[in-house]
């Protein structure tokens, strides 16, 4: 069993940026491939990044490219999303999630096993 925990969201202005975190605990972290998902009110659940479990390969929803970067730092059981120029579209709750796939990187949520409970970003209009 693996525990996700993400942290690092907040409240803040359109143009600003942010780091989500999120720290796995529990099984081994090797061979996971890590993502992000958010769930904006009355829409669902939406992929925004994953990233191999070496950190090799990354992937990004085609509506963040270019402002979120997803990184991973195998030492301290980490994932993190630096969030740049955020857009009152960002608004959402966001989702770490991981899964063991040592060669591919899932984009589907149905395909990631482990979910940590979510962190709140908000970027009012």
């Known amino acids: 069993q693996v525990q996700l925990v993400e942290s690092g969201g907040g409240l803040v202005q359109a143009g600003a940026s942010l780091r989500l975190s999120c720290a796995a605990s529990g099984r081994t972290f090797s061979g996971h491939a890590m993502a992000w998902f958010r769930q904006a009110p009355g829409k669902e659940r939406e992929f925004v990044a994953a990233i191999s479990w070496s950190g090799g390969r990354t992937y990004y929803a085609d509506s963040v490219k270019g402002r979120l970067t997803i990184s991973r730092d195998n030492a301290k059981n980490t994932v993190y999303l630096q969030m740049n120029n955020l857009k009152p579209e960002d608004t959402a709750l966001y989702y770490c999630?991981?899964?063991?796939?040592?060669?591919?990187?899932?984009?589907?949520?149905?395909?990631?096993?482990?979910w940590g409970q979510g962190t709140q970003v908000t970027v009012p209009s």
């Open positions: 999630a991981s899964v063991v796939s040592p060669l591919y990187i899932p984009s589907s949520e149905r395909e990631y096993r482990y």
